[in-house]
């Protein structure tokens, strides 16, 4: 028997204030801010209910908050095609390669299955960031690439009421069982060192948005056979031309 779908979007919103005393630093106080929640069908919050979750280093491993780190402008240049060498850093049993550049920020990016009672339901689940238009050729992103957790769509142009953004979709390959915080799919964000306060007044406050979409990892079962992550996401949320959660 086919199950109903439940669909569950978080999105959340990069804010900040720009600097103003001559020098360039986007201070990030409260860099990630709720936005809104966009639920399509309603889904059953007694059984379904993620949410995404931020955290910085503390020792070896990874804790829950934000780090509450400026950004400013790093060792990395808009015309070059190359990014800056990765060294591999254990946190939390997990290892990740890590950008050791001044200037870099730290965003470990997660999702939370945030239910642990007996009817919450196992989540497959999508994060969808996007990047304003005209901020894109200034930021970098260091994301998560190991391609045995995550599946990455290239980046698409879509319009967020009215304005240019570009966007970037990962599929998470394994079901998020209840209680469960998944491995980030954002690590980091660098600024280009040819940025100006200028263009970041023009951006704004809200250059990156970040969405989590999740579905009943059992949408599509049948028999007790439970079909996989892309299977099950691309029949309740394919990524199609005109896909834009936001």
Not at 157 to 171: L, P
Request: charged share 20%; hydrophobic share 45%.
């Amino acid at each position: 028997m086919k199950k109903r779908t439940f669909i569950l979007a978080v999105c959340v919103l990069l804010v900040g204030l720009l600097a103003v005393n001559g020098t360039l630093a986007q201070t990030i106080e409260n860099i990630f801010k709720t936005i809104g929640m966009n639920n399509a069908p309603t889904h059953n919050e007694a059984q379904l209910d993620v949410k995404l979750v931020h955290h910085k280093r503390s020792g070896n491993t990874l804790v829950e908050g934000d780090a509450g780190q400026a950004l400013y402008p790093a060792g990395f240049s808009k015309n070059s095609e190359t990014e800056p060498e990765k060294k591999n850093v254990t946190l939390g049993g997990e290892t990740y390669g890590l950008w050791d550049v001044n200037g870099v920020v730290d965003k470990f990016t997660a999702v939370k299955n945030n239910l642990s009672t007996e009817e919450a339901k196992s989540a497959y689940f999508r994060v969808a960031f996007a990047v304003d238009a005209d901020m894109f050729p200034l930021l970098r992103f260091n994301f998560n690439r190991d391609a045995a957790v995550y599946q990455w769509s290239g980046w698409q142009d879509i319009k967020i009421d009215g304005e240019d953004y570009k966007m970037m979709v990962a599929t998470c390959l394994t079901a998020l069982e209840p209680g469960q915080v998944s491995v980030p799919a954002l690590l980091q964000v660098g600024l280009v060192k040819e940025a100006t306060n200028a263009d970041l007044a023009k951006a704004g406050s809200d250059f990156l948005k970040i969405k989590a979409l999740a579905v009943d990892a059992d949408t599509l079962t049948e028999n007790d056979v439970r079909p996989g992550a892309v299977e099950t996401l691309n029949a309740t949320m394919p990524l199609e031309s005109g896909f834009n959660p936001f």
